[in-house]
């Protein structure tokens, strides 16, 4: 027994090294739809195509369901997201990744690529607003009551990086909370900002594991979080966050692309944002 | 025909064969290559130096520089007496001790920050304990030091354990005889012998050190000044400005060169023989 040990921990480490590359290869990564048409072979299906979307990390759990609906729906469609801040998934689009539709948390970075051609200028399309909301662990371990005790000096805050859309919509909140609390709020409650996260699921990962006493993310993502505490930033100290969604110049799969747009503004479509916490368009 | 013939006798005896050992080398050295001269290139091209002397980046780098440093010398003066004993001394569960040296040099970065957030965070499972002590780790320059030895010692351990094997067994009972106690021993012999194999173990964990990113953003978290190290500063950064990313990515790219240069130059150097 003592001999096999060594030789199992050989077989995972090796295990564990190559399966991410399988599943990186486009022959693995386009199996599910070739298995999904050998079982439906009656019927006859279109050729496989895989759709790209590079969507804000807070859309991960909605557009998680809408792409299983999507995929249900039009079969031999892949959808294949790809969620982080905003400013990361443009930076990415700049450098030419090869993506179909571009799903922002704000319109600069939808901007910024309609300037540079990479989305045609009449192509975004507002598919949803959200609205911020300060979380806090189960069991409060900084004991917070009020937006006022984020001020309290020893109070551990992280927030998204000021360069990601959640990170610059909470520092606008603060700015409008200087109203309330006096013109030092901000600033007071910047000194207890522990880390400036890469994007606003790294935040909700940080407060759910406790290691932060507080932090400043979306509604949508503390409905899927839902283990967390709550306090509601009031209507006239809050934003109003502006997703924008378009299809990529230059996409193999515009076609596709424009049908996925026009689902996620269905009233389905809809109907599963409204259920993550996102408010709808439509109302 | 003949000069079919020719070729075979070629093959044979190594003259063709060379390209079967240039081709496949050059391809692997272009990867290696391209990027880091297309890196230096532009930033050289588009001006991007003085970039580096904006505040963000200069605390970046000043964060990795000591970070780093403090991090290599734990490494040595925790990881030399533990290599000197793996490499010396024979005792039950030292196979199992070698596995527990060896696994941060395979795991993820990734799974080193979440297995230290989870083992030493406030909520963590020795967390409330540290707490006790007064102290919490993530989110400072602590943490930071904390996942770059984490990751990076190991290497030191198996270079100076390497070391210390190669030294004959003989040279210790001499020396015993001679009536040195085991300090002296360390110092007069040990310490010449293995300090080459040492030095450049040292050198490599404080290169690996610095490229620390996964296990830092994880455990330590982002902030400017207490754990925004270089290579999170340019991972942020390629979002925020290209031109401050690659001229931090020039920098990181010049010191670990020269640590890799300090290796090489230790290798060869005559300062070792006694």
Redesign the interface.
Known sequence: MKRIF?LL?LFA?FGS?CSPAVTATPGRASAPPAAEAATSAPTPTPAPRTLTVYAAASLTDAFDEIGRAFEASHPGVTVQFSFA?S??L??QIEQGAPVDIFASANTKEMDTLVGEHKVDSNAPQIFLTNRLVVIL?ANN?AGISSLQDLARPGT?I?LA?A?VPAGSYALQVLDNLNAQYGSDFKTRVLAN??????DVKQVVA?VQ????DAGIVYISDSVAAPGLQKIIIPADANVIARYPIAAVAGSANSALAQLFIAYVLSADGQATLQKWGFTSVSQ | MPRFRQILRGLYTGQYLEWIFVLPSLALLLLFALPIVALIWRAGVDGLFPYITQPGAISALRLSLWTSALSVCITVITGTPLAFVLAQRKFNGK?WLE?IVDLPV?LPPSVAGIAL?IAF???GVFGAWLRAWGITL??TSAAVVMAQTFVSAPLFVRAARIGFAEIDPQLHEAAYVEGSNEWQLFRHIILPLAGRAMLSGAVLAWTRALGEFGAT?LFA????G??ETMPLAI??G???S?DIALALSFVLVAVTFLLLLLIRWLDNSKIWRI
């Open positions: 060594p921990l480490l090294a801040g400013q990361t443009r930076a662990p371990p551990k992280v990086a360069s900002v522990v880390s400036s996260e890469t940080k594991l406790g290691e932060a | 196979n596995l395979v957030l965070g406030r909520q993530p989110f953003i978290g982002n902030m400017e207490v754990t991972y942020l390629f979002e925020q290209l």
